[in-house]
């Protein structure tokens, strides 16, 4: 299969709890300006991006999603939750908000730790079949969600491997 990722609109649910903490840290706490000028407590505000409008149009275009995956709590590890032992391997990264860029910079995250808790960008995921990849980042075109053909289901023991950032996630990081 192939896996497309729907972009995030931000911090979502996941990672509250380490912004309110990164706020009583900061000397101008929420009033904190992200690289894009927005403040930091602006940004935590932001609504979490919804997909069943896409998921609906991609139904309606005939595309089966063979699985589908939310990526909040854990963030990618949510990425290899099928029962199957199978590789979930990405070349392809979409870009991270300011918001999670600021709390991974600030709250001094590795980019093991931010990928493992946080979204970083990829709010949520579906696998489908590899000739369906584009038409599905197309649909979500049409629904005002920008998508990323980002990776591919393989065989083999069931990890998370991000090539750009040299980050590999295995079945045990999920426990």
């Known amino acids: 299969d192939a896996i497309v990722l729907f972009e995030s609109s931000g911090i979502h649910s996941n990672g509250v709890s380490l912004a309110r903490k990164l706020a009583t840290l900061l000397p101008q706490g929420y009033l904190t300006p992200l690289s894009d000028g927005r403040l930091f407590g602006e940004a935590l505000l932001d609504p979490t991006l919804l997909y069943p409008a ?26 290899m939750r099928h029962a199957k032992s199978l590789t979930y391997r990405f070349h392809t990264l979409p870009p991270v908000p300011p918001v999670l860029a600021f709390i991974q910079q600030h709250g001094k995250l590795p980019d093991a730790e ?8 990829a709010g949520f995921a579906v696998y489908v079949r590899p000739q369906d990849a584009q038409a599905v980042v197309d649909i979500a075109a049409t629904q005002g969600v ?20 040299g980050l590999e996630f295995g079945a045990e990081d999920l426990n």
């Not at 139904?59 to 963030?75: D, L, W």
């Not at 920008?146 to 950032?165: D, F, Q, S, T």
């Open 54 to 79: 896409t998921l609906e149009a991609m139904a309606k275009a005939g595309i089966a999603v063979h699985y589908a995956a939310n990526i909040t709590g854990h963030g990618w590890l949510k990425l």
């Open 114 to 121: 931010a990928y493992s808790s946080l979204n970083m960008g």
């Open 146 to 165: 920008r998508a990323y053909a980002a990776g591919v289901v393989e065989a083999g023991p069931k990890r998370v491997v991000i090539e750009p950032l």
